[in-house]
């Protein structure tokens, strides 16, 4: 059995150099897995550090030697501290849980280390006989390395001193000045090509559904990566495990007075996921059997949904009363696309393991291109869907973003929903209530 030491809302990554050398899928480490990792001798390198004894507090002057071990792990490709284990023989020699204490660690991590590593968990696995017990201490890759460690000198306890550790296989060392403006500039880099990606994969998915449009639409286009995208070796999504997304994201509670989503309306296709480029696609696109669809569940955890958010945006009313030349988007469907599309995000990322952050980025376009975005809103429960003739009528929306956390639950998905929403139609002149 295996059992938390860290009451804090944070997950372990489900993906490590123990799953990677024993070959086992994506998941939860347990105590079989370090057992037989260290009775295979697994060596220590960059992302795996042995330690017989439990963290202990700073003594004489010296660093913060957990905090200097951690931040160390996050400024260079993340990893495990397992406690424990001899680091020479990797002889498991266990340690007392009733010793273990995951609140003095995160604050001397807190105390320690800047920026602060939030996503770091403790763990504490004991065999199923209950004689033996580990500590895993897991540390992610840090989007925002390079993190400094602070403490102070031993001739001169007054003046704080700071270093920026990082792990070269498996020794730690100091970055030199050089080294730490590189790590600035990767941490730019980073999130300048986080943005880049999220474009390219909205500039595809336009090109797709775009291209095979018929007549002038409003779509609603989403992307959904993250932070820490699963890597190639990780097993791939198999097309049962699509199916299960799928399912379990479009069987989710939902009030009865709100209208079927781009879901419900790719269930007579999603028995029948289509491979693509290291991705799976369901998508109704072409059909001309309703509204076009289009949904891709990547292997590394990225989700894209695309829907047509003009097909029947009137329903029964004359499409004459729609202004010349413009693109009708129903602000009830572009609602249930928003939830549909958070449900999907977040049951991917279980099902990959994708244990990071989710970054979502939605926008509305037309597929001209050029046509005025025309929103049709519902009173009376959406029994009678209108025109809204004092909104906006832009031609072009900007993207909106959030964030979804690997712990975040149905509020937390509920929340990202709306977020997107009323950021997309606030952009209309409309502020929408839930």
Not at 174 to 198: G, K, L, N, P, V
Request: net charge negative; glycine share 6%; hydrophobic share 35%.
């Amino acid at each position: 059995m295996s059992v938390a030491a860290s009451t804090l809302p944070v997950m372990a990554r489900s993906w490590t150099r123990l799953h990677e050398h024993l070959g086992a899928a994506p998941g939860p480490l347990d105590f079989d897995m370090v057992q037989r990792a260290a009775a295979d001798t697994l060596e220590e390198s960059d992302d795996l550090d042995w330690k017989e004894q439990l963290p202990q507090p700073p003594r004489d002057g010296r660093w913060n030697e957990l905090a200097k071990d951690v931040a160390a792990m996050a400024n260079t490709r993340g990893g495990l501290l397992i406690f424990g284990v001899q680091d020479k023989t990797c002889h498991l020699t266990g340690i007392d849980p009733g010793q273990v204490s995951p609140q003095q660690y995160h604050q001397w991590i807190r105390n320690h280390v800047q920026p602060y590593l939030p996503d770091v968990t403790f763990t504490t696995l004991t065999s199923p006989d209950g004689t033996k017990s580990v500590l895993v201490c897991d540390v992610p890759a840090s989007p925002m390395a390079p993190h400094h460690v602070y403490g102070t000198a031993q001739k001169d306890k007054d003046q704080q001193a700071a270093v920026v550790p990082y792990r070269d296989k498996d020794q730690t060392g100091w970055m030199a000045e050089h080294q730490i403006e590189r790590a600035y500039r990767d941490r730019f880099t980073r999130t300048e090509r986080a943005d880049e990606e999220a474009e390219r994969l909205l500039r595809q998915t336009r090109e797709t559904v775009f291209t095979q449009q018929a007549q002038p639409a409003a779509w609603f286009l989403a992307i959904a990566r993250p932070e820490r995208p699963l890597p190639r070796t990780a097993p791939r999504l198999t097309r049962d495990d699509t199916r299960t997304v799928l399912h379990t994201a479009r069987s989710r509670p939902q009030p009865s007075h709100r209208p079927p989503g781009p879901l419900a309306d790719l269930q007579i296709v999603s028995n029948n996921p289509r491979t693509g480029l290291r991705r799976w696609v369901v998508q109704t696109l072409g059909r001309r059997l309703g509204r076009d669809i289009h949904a891709e569940l990547h292997h590394d955890g990225t989700t894209v949904l695309a829907a047509d958010l003009s097909w029947n945006a009137l329903r029964d009313r004359a499409l004459q009363e729609a202004p010349e030349s413009s693109c009708l988007l129903s602000q009830d469907y572009t609602l249930a696309c928003c939830e549909d599309f958070t449900a999907l995000a977040r049951e991917l990322a279980r099902r990959t393991g994708a244990d990071s952050a989710l970054h979502m980025t939605a926008t509305v376009a037309s597929s001209t291109g050029t046509s005025p975005l025309t929103s049709v809103i519902s009173e009376h429960g959406g029994a009678f869907p209108d025109i809204a003739y004092d909104a906006r009528r832009p031609t072009r929306i900007q993207p909106v973003t959030t964030s979804l956390p690997p712990s975040g639950g149905d509020p937390a998905r509920d929340e990202a929903a709306h977020e997107l929403f009323t950021d997309l139609m606030n952009q209309f002149g409309l502020d929408p209530q839930p």
